[in-house]
């Protein structure tokens, strides 16, 4: 892979020291921390890169693609970002190259309700509130739980999945994730709102029907 360029020395030491020198044995070619990587990540941008192109099969030539990406700019990676965000962005710019899904203006509702109406009264009180999140909480770690969390984050409309996945599967920051799918601070609250509250019903549907 070769030596990082002296831009890359100068802001790698930002970086959590754990995640610099795996950055630096990357840089300087050691095979063991590529594998180290790949064991790490290939599985969660599989999964990422998925939601972006519809298919599974197409998912695996992006993501192989994003690593020959990573082998050819490790060295010129700065660590103005984590290593992770770097290879998420990586991943969805390989994703809208390769498969012709190029980042498009979505319009948005922004006055649609994120609630059902219905569940407000005549002064907008909850005529019926949500279940309380610590009861749903204490129960997201149960495996019957996990498939359903899963399920209704794939079905989510596209860019909410994915802000959903990065977000609350990934652990990235708004910043982050607005640079991993180029949208705006804006766009990326509304979306993670919609999303999560269509999760928070999938949950609350779940939670009635077992009451």
Not at 36 to 56: K, M, T
Request: hydrophobic share 40%; charged share 25%; aromatic share 6%.
């Amino acid at each position: 892979m070769g030596q990082p360029a002296d831009s890359s020395r100068r802001t790698l030491h930002n970086m959590p020291t754990s995640e610099r020198e795996l950055v630096q044995r990357l840089q300087s070619g050691d095979e063991a921390a590529f594998v180290e990587v790949v064991d790490a990540f290939h599985p969660r941008l599989l999964r990422f890169a998925a939601g972006l192109v519809g298919s599974w099969q197409a998912a695996e030539d992006v993501v192989q693609d994003t690593w020959l990406a990573v082998i050819r700019g490790v060295e010129r990676f700065e660590g103005r970002s984590s290593l992770q965000t770097w290879l998420f962005q990586i991943c969805a710019n390989r994703a809208r190259s390769t498969w012709g899904r190029e980042q498009r203006a979505v319009p948005m509702d922004l006055s649609g309700p994120t609630v059902d109406p219905h569940r407000f009264g005549a002064e907008r009180q909850w005529v019926e509130p949500p279940a309380p999140w610590d009861a749903i909480d204490d129960r997201l770690y149960a495996d019957a739980m996990l498939p359903l969390v899963r399920g209704a984050i794939d079905d989510l409309p596209e860019l909410q999945r994915q802000v959903v996945t990065l977000r609350d599967v990934e652990g990235l920051t708004s910043k982050d994730v607005c640079a991993v799918l180029s949208i705006s601070e804006a766009n990326q609250r509304v979306l993670l709102h919609r999303g999560r509250a269509r999760v928070r019903g999938a949950l609350e549907q779940k939670m009635a029907g077992d009451a």
